[in-house]
């Protein structure tokens, strides 16, 4: 094995541990899953992340763990989640190796770098909604933004990135059902982003607004709103 492979593999158990603990602050993990669970296959997760990046790094070769991200985002985004969520465990995976004294010019860096690279969509509706995401986000809080209370604008912000995530997963696998099931649960989880008197629906009818110009297929997906929403929101 590589010497950077082996220092990274040395240290799997703290690096998996510490990627994972900032996620877990999130109260979606708990409502969707139960903490438990979530810890359980989270925790699982990060120590497979850890591996990957051992085997990528011992080959020289990024592709191993590019392959693996979007393998994993495939299965993960019919369990509920998006390509987001697994962006955001790279992301901690990265913090974590930077802690552990691989910064920005060390190859593990570089690879988890990659593969976050590889979760973008590279062509199709789903690539015209992620290259225009700036564009949108900001079309949507200026929207929805002026009810709410002073310094909501990041979360506002985060919110917006996650629909868009969940959206554009959806258009890339041909799945409208995974959206409006992500929907009709979301409705109910609400609550808990603490952006009230802002709804659900407000934000997502900004979405539509926004998107008016985008691809068809998003137009289409969002017109589309689950039978439940259609009785609720009419």
């Known amino acids: 094995m590589s010497h950077v492979s082996l220092q990274v593999e040395a240290r799997t158990t703290p690096l998996a ?17 139960g903490l438990p669970r979530a810890r359980r296959f989270g925790d699982e997760d990060a120590v497979f992340h850890v591996r990957y990046l051992v085997q990528a790094l011992d080959a020289e070769r990024p592709a191993i763990l ?7 985002r495939t299965l993960l985004v019919t369990r509920g989640m998006c390509s987001l969520h697994l962006d955001q465990h790279f992301e901690g995976l990265d913090r974590a190796l930077q802690a552990e004294g691989f910064g920005p010019d060390s190859l593990p860096h570089a690879y988890v770098q990659s593969a976050r690279q590889a979760l973008r969509y590279k062509d199709g509706p789903a690539h015209a909604v992620e290259a225009d ?42 799945r409208d059902d995974l959206w ?3 929907l009709r649960w979301y409705e109910g989880f609400w609550p808990q ?26 137009r289409t997906l969002l017109a589309r709103m689950p039978d439940s929403w259609e009785e609720t929101h009419s």
């Open 180 to 182: 409006h099931a992500h």
């Open 193 to 218: 982003r603490g952006l009230s008197p802002l709804n659900l629906a407000h934000l997502l009818d900004a979405l539509r607004a926004a998107l008016r110009d985008g691809p068809p297929e998003a």
């Open 66 to 72: 590019e392959d693996y991200a979007r393998w994993l």
């Open 133 to 174: 995401a700036a564009a949108i986000i900001s079309a949507v809080v200026r929207r929805t933004e002026g009810p709410l209370p002073p310094g909501s604008r990041p979360r506002l912000e985060q919110e917006v990135r996650l629909q868009l995530s969940y959206l554009a997963d959806a258009l890339a696998l041909g």
């Open 17 to 33: 541990s510490a990627s994972v603990q900032a996620l877990y602050e999130d109260p979606f993990w708990a409502a969707r899953y």
